[in-house]
């Protein structure tokens, strides 16, 4: 989370930010070779922000004496000069004072398009790796490589200036924003690889990042139908894990360890969400179904019907096989497992879902239920081979081992 902040900062000096990247790392690359050897300091974010600027102080430096670039540098300043002055200009920005949300609006500029703004704002805001990405994207992962180096050579080229855009054009930026703030949500609060299932950083990135475009944007209904949605979300996280880290799905939680400040934080955004817009949106819609979890006591309280036809309402505004896997979740839960059944067999033959390790997840537990011991054993084995979250897959090794031991 570091390494954005620094990319942000770095970004306003070089106005470049392919170059303000390489420079981040630079600065990481050298604190991992200091700091065994001299010990981690006071403050190691200052250290490494410190570290950064002098990079690129030096580099701009180099750039001047090669003529390059020189006319994204003011001749009249000296380069600490114009560093300062950079850090005065953001401080009296009208909107907001935010380098990391200037940077989101930079990566999710209309000269790119949409699958290019998503991924160079993961990459550069969420830290998340081309892999990471690619998972959340549905996605090669040598696509998302191509789409990445190719929108920093547009931005560098159209020489992108590093501010808000103005009123007229912002809401028509919102919608890409919006879903990069989502998908970095999604990445903290469910990991797609690594040891960990949390990512609570990211979570907590993006709650306040949502929290301050909300401030950015009041009169934006989707704004404040996403803010509801991740508040909601993220009451869960102290309760979905176990002590020793294995993840608890949400029927199984102790919902007595739900944040309920989060809650009602979440619930209050989606009524301003409501009332801001007679027909629900995106974020509004995945809102209230959060909502509907949120206000059951118990798992046997929760208005599964209410939630399958929520679903069936987002399915017809955002087609999507994911939206229609999750409603047969829900239709499972409210009609039964062979109903649910009937729906996720359909979506067996969707190439977006042919690696999604949740479709077969989906069906193990239903073919569980139902009583097909075997057939829900071999769905949890592939769903285990196709995540590369460690700690989902053991929760789903340990579902398949449970099958046998119930025959």
């Given at each position: 989370m570091e390494s954005a902040k620094i990319i942000a900062g770095l970004t306003r000096l070089v106005r470049d930010v392919g170059l303000a990247e390489e420079l981040?790392?630079?600065?990481?690359?050298?604190?991992?070779?200091?700091?065994?050897?001299?010990?981690?300091?006071?403050?190691?974010?200052?250290?490494?922000?410190?570290?950064?600027?002098h990079r690129g102080i030096d580099r701009l430096r180099q750039l001047r004496m090669q003529d390059e670039k020189h006319q994204l540098l003011a001749p009249e300043l000296d380069l600490q000069q114009q560093l300062e002055a950079a850090?005065?200009?953001?401080?009296?920005?009208?909107?907001?004072?935010?380098?990391?949300?200037?940077?989101?609006?930079?990566?999710?500029?209309?000269?790119?398009?949409?699958?290019?703004?998503?991924?160079?704002?993961?990459?550069?805001?969420?830290?998340?790796?081309?892999?990471?990405?690619?998972r959340a994207f549905l996605v090669p992962e040598a696509t998302v490589a191509q789409r990445i180096v190719r929108a920093k050579k547009t931005l560098a080229e159209a020489r992108v200036p590093f501010e808000l855009p103005p009123p007229t054009e912002l809401a028509g930026r919102l919608a890409s924003v919006?879903?990069?703030?989502?998908?970095?949500?999604?990445?903290?609060?469910?990991?797609?690889?690594?040891?960990?299932?949390?990512?609570?950083?990211?979570?907590?990135?993006?709650?306040?990042?949502?929290?301050?475009?909300a401030a950015l944007a009041p009169l934006e209904p989707e704004v404040h139908g996403l803010v509801a949605l991740m508040e909601i979300q993220a009451s869960r996280n102290a309760a979905r894990l176990a002590a020793?880290?294995?993840?608890?799905?949400?029927?199984?939680?102790d919902r007595r360890r739900w944040d309920r400040l989060l809650i009602q934080r979440g619930l209050q955004a989606l009524e301003r969400a409501q009332t801001l817009s007679a027909e629900p949106g995106n974020y509004q819609l995945q809102a209230a179904i959060a909502a509907c979890h949120a206000r059951a006591a118990r798992a046997e309280d929760t208005d599964w019907p209410r939630i399958?036809?929520?679903?069936?309402?987002?399915?017809?505004l955002r087609p999507s096989p994911v939206v229609e896997l999750n409603r047969a979740v829900a239709v499972a839960m409210a009609a039964g497992p062979a109903a649910g059944l009937k729906l996720v067999d359909a979506l067996c033959r969707e190439p977006a879902l042919q690696r999604y390790h949740l479709l077969p997840s989906v069906r193990g537990d239903l073919l569980y239920k139902l009583g097909r011991l075997d057939e829900a054993r071999q769905e949890f084995e592939r769903a285990a081979a196709l995540t590369a979250n460690a700690r989902e897959r053991s929760l789903l090794l340990e579902r398949a081992a449970g099958c046998l031991s119930a025959v």
């Open positions: 981040a790392q630079d600065a990481l690359l050298a604190a991992l070779e200091q700091w065994p050897r001299e010990g981690l300091p006071d403050n190691p974010a200052a250290w490494l922000m410190a570290a950064a600027k850090d005065r200009a953001a401080a009296l920005d009208e909107f907001i004072e935010d380098d990391l949300l200037r940077l989101i609006f930079i990566a999710c500029h209309p000269l790119l398009g949409t699958e290019a703004r998503l991924a160079l704002t993961l990459r550069l805001l969420g830290g998340l790796s081309t892999e990471e990405i690619a919006l879903e990069v703030i989502y998908l970095v949500f999604n990445e903290g609060y469910a990991a797609t690889s690594g040891e960990h299932w949390l990512r609570p950083a990211l979570c907590e990135e993006a709650l306040r990042l949502g929290r301050v475009l020793d880290g294995r993840p608890i799905l949400l029927l199984e939680q399958a036809a929520l679903y069936a309402q987002l399915a017809r």
